[in-house]
């Protein structure tokens, strides 16, 4: 046998082989199935001479399984030249995704209220027919406008996509002539992708039955209102599943489907179960524009409604201390030095409320310690707060809305939480001070959280640790000169204002009777000097028995404010 024809022999046994492997090539392997019917081998070899997102090769895709037509000319793509995009452009044509989940018994409780439909009827259930039923033959219906609906995302689509990808991997930006057989679109697993849909609307419709809540507090009477009971929704997953399937398999992608599932009616008032969950009182000294910045804060406070999972800000709330609002200049520490600051003293409005929210069992999410120990509360019971700068923040950890209430009274600070109670019957909780150092420098106070249970300890953890710097005899000069010239100041006013009234008196008595009598000119009132807010020694808080009282220590509240 000479070499020549050995060669022909070989090359011939080569195409055999080819040809014979070209008969299997199957799709993705995934559950969006992808495959290519076996078709005579191409005698070109494919090379990448075109972008790798067009086709260059003579293929076809079927994609009948989608449009519900027989395997015709009519639902086949020729592929070759075409982008991915022009691809996808084709098959999102050949069919209208509108698929809307229905649930025709929710209704508006407003709307209801409206009505003046009461909230004892039984539990309204949604039922649909079974397929095969004498009513039609699948188990979905369409269904009116009411209530309300979910639009159900493209599950084609998303399976285009997949297949898409697959298709364009294996022969984007390759080329042959010969015809290779038809690559096959097939529909997705419409129950798995459902499964995924029916999710989201769990997540969405299903509530449980409630009450009213609470949902505002009247300043002007002291009176708190609540909403109307809210009614609860249960979605039948499996059932609702069954129907968007049914729905697909019958190529009714543009169908309402409607969900199975249960209202759960609500009546009366939560009112009842609500009370001050958590109170603390401080007090405050005998300056006047420091009470006025407290009360103002305060006042900025009272009446907020927290609803769960919400989380306050105390500068978010009160907003900047400005003039404009009423704030004026008191006693507060910046950089170590005692200052006048617009809105000083209002961190004792902070401070009260942090420790209201501790007893009421909520969390505080931020909260720093101030620069001094402070005089009106045990050291380590601090909130401090300034503009611009330290904040007070808790979190409502509760399932239902609070009221937070704070006010100021006779040189008297109150905060109180309004709501639900959060700890168990029996549990309550104690913040324990400990000072554990002291040095030129300052101090170290730690705090321990102790929980009770009909008082018995139970846990006890340590909660924080706040260190304060000591006092200077610089800076405790100042203080003490700025409170002596404020004194001065006010005792001045006074005696002026004094001797202005006995003038305009005697002015009145020694008038001619014709002549209507002329009052003297009030004297002005003296300038109030630079207070020193900070050395004023605040009286204890008001406290549970079980707090260490805190020690009349003249020290500021913290960093710019307090």
Not at 132 to 142: I, R
Not at 157 to 186: P, R, W
Not at 302 to 323: A, C, K
């Amino acid at each position: 046998m000479n070499s020549t024809f050995r060669y022909h022999l070989l090359s011939a046994s080569f195409f055999i082989f080819a040809a014979a492997s070209a008969s299997v090539i199957t799709g993705c392997g995934k559950s969006d199935f992808l495959t290519k019917a076996s078709a005579p081998a191409s005698s070109t070899d494919s090379i990448a001479i075109v972008p790798e997102d067009t086709i260059g090769s003579d293929l076809y895709l079927d994609y009948s399984a989608i449009a519900g037509n027989e395997k015709t000319d009519a639902s086949r793509i020729a592929l070759k030249g075409l982008t991915r995009a022009e691809v996808e452009e084709r098959l999102r044509g050949s069919y209208r995704w509108d698929m809307h989940l229905i649930d025709n018994s929710y209704v508006d409780d407003a709307d209801e209220e409206q009505d003046g439909e009461g909230s004892g009827s039984k539990p309204a259930e949604t039922v649909v027919k079974p397929a095969g039923s004498s009513s039609g033959s699948a188990s979905y219906k369409a269904v009116s406008d009411q209530g309300r609906s979910y639009a159900v995302e493209d599950l084609i689509g998303k399976s285009i996509q997949k297949q898409l990808d697959d298709l364009f991997e294996k022969e984007g930006g390759k080329t042959g002539t010969d015809h290779e057989g038809d690559y096959v679109l097939s529909l997705p697993d419409f129950r798995s992708e459902a499964a995924d849909v029916l999710a989201d609307v769990t997540d969405k419709w299903n509530k449980k039955a409630t009450p009213g809540v609470l949902t505002g507090y009247d300043k002007a009477t002291g009176h708190f209102q609540f909403g109307p009971a809210v009614r609860g929704y249960k979605l039948d997953t499996q059932a609702t599943l069954n129907a968007i399937v049914a729905a697909c398999e019958a190529r009714d992608y543009t169908a309402n489907v409607e969900a199975i599932g249960t209202a759960e009616d609500a009546a009366g008032s939560m009112e009842d179960q609500y009370r001050i969950i958590g109170s603390f009182t401080t007090h405050t000294t005998a300056n006047n524009t420091r009470n006025t910045n407290v009360r103002l804060a305060s006042e900025a406070i009272n009446g907020l409604i927290l609803q769960p999972g919400e989380e306050f800000s105390f500068n978010d709330v009160v907003g900047q201390r400005t003039t404009a609002k009423g704030y004026g200049p008191a006693g507060a520490y910046s950089n170590g030095e005692v200052v006048q600051e617009v809105g000083g003293g209002v961190c004792q409005v902070s401070t009260t409320l942090y420790n209201a929210v501790f007893y009421a069992g909520l969390e505080s999410t931020l909260r720093s310690s101030h620069t001094f120990e402070p005089s009106y509360v045990t050291p380590g019971r601090d909130a401090t707060v300034s503009w611009g700068g330290p904040n007070y923040k808790f979190k409502n950890t509760s399932e239902y809305p609070i009221c937070v209430l704070e006010h100021y009274e006779n040189r008297t600070v109150t905060a109180e939480i309004y709501g639900v109670p959060v700890l168990e019957d029996g549990v309550t909780l104690e913040l324990e001070c400990q000072k554990t150092g002291a040095n030129a420098a300052g101090s170290t106070w730690t705090v321990y959280k102790i929980t009770k249970k009909n008082g018995n300890t139970i846990e006890r953890v340590q909660d924080h640790v706040s260190r304060y710097k000591a006092h200077t005899k610089a800076n405790d000069a100042a203080a003490a000169a700025a409170a002596a010239s404020k004194a001065a100041a006010e005792a001045a006013a006074a005696s002026q204002a004094a001797e202005a009234a006995a003038e305009a008196s005697r002015a009145a008595e020694t008038a001619a009777p014709t002549t209507p009598a002329a009052a003297g000119p009030a004297g002005p009132a003296g300038p109030a000097g630079p207070a020193a807010e900070a050395t004023d020694a605040a009286p204890a808080p008001t406290a549970p028995a079980a707090e260490t009282q805190a020690p009349a220590v003249p020290a500021p509240a913290g960093p710019g404010q307090g």
